[in-house]
């Protein structure tokens, strides 16, 4: 949910529109009044604040979710007629993520938008699993049945690619062109070595890499009777 916070109603409900037609949720507010009321309702994911409102001014609101530990981290984009550098400085000193100037197209605000959405937002941690076998993108480890499995980067990315792709059936030139690239085509039994060494380091989960006669490799959950 991203909140707008513009005391021109035209503008806000061009802003709005513009918002909600690239894919996000949004809702519009004329003044820090009706913003604060939303904010007991739900935290949205970035605010769009103008500078100059009725009441309450934007700078001023900036403030308060940058003193409250439950708003702090909420990212805000300062929107505003005034272009002069002092007026960005004062804003951006005060907590804001980013500035946009009046007049700004549509798509320069969505292309903000987004742009602070990715810069804020906390990584996404993705651990993929297979058996005992797991697999933490982020951190670049590999554990079976909750021990540490000690990988070369070669072995790693076979893994990776197994798991990503469980009951596929690889070729060796499918895996070496994959992980070892085109310079090595040709050279199978390279795979196999390490397709070896790899179920050796997964010890009792190693039998989920499986041979497939005369074709291949593939990984399965469950193992073999």
């Known amino acids: 949910m991203i909140y707008c916070v513009e005391d021109e109603n035209s503008i806000r409900e061009l802003m709005v529109y513009a918002m909600r037609a690239s894919g996000f949720e949004a809702a519009g507010f004329e003044s820090g009044e009706g913003f604060w009321k939303a904010m007991k309702d739900r935290t949205p994911e970035l605010v769009v604040l103008d500078v100059m409102l009725p009441g309450e001014d934007g ?11 439950a708003t702090a981290h ?6 505003t007629a005034r272009g002069s550098e002092y007026d960005k400085v004062i804003g951006l000193d005060g907590g804001a993520d ?3 100037v009046k007049p700004f197209g549509m798509m320069e605000m969505i292309s903000r938008i987004k742009a602070v959405l990715r810069r804020t937002s906390p990584p996404q941690t993705r651990i993929l699993s ?3 076998i797991a697999l933490d993108e982020s951190r670049h480890t590999v554990t079976v049945n909750g021990r540490s ?11 990776k690619l197994f798991m990503e792709n469980q ?5 060796r030139e499918m895996l070496l062109l994959s992980i070892w690239g085109m ?3 040709g050279e199978t039994r390279t795979v196999d070595v390490h397709i070896g060494t790899l179920r050796t380091k997964l010890a009792e989960e190693g039998s989920l890499i499986r041979t497939v006669r005369g074709v291949g490799y593939k990984m399965e959950d469950g193992h073999e009777p």
Do not use: N, Q, W
């Open 59 to 69: 700078l001023t609101i900036l403030k308060k979710l940058r003193s409250h530990p």
């Open 167 to 171: 009951g596929t059936v690889f070729t």
């Open 130 to 132: 297979c058996g005992g």
């Open 74 to 79: 909420i990212p805000v984009i300062m929107a």
């Open 183 to 185: 310079e090595f085509l």
């Open 149 to 159: 499995a000690a990988l070369t980067l070669k072995e790693y990315e076979l893994l």
């Open 98 to 100: 980013d500035y946009l």
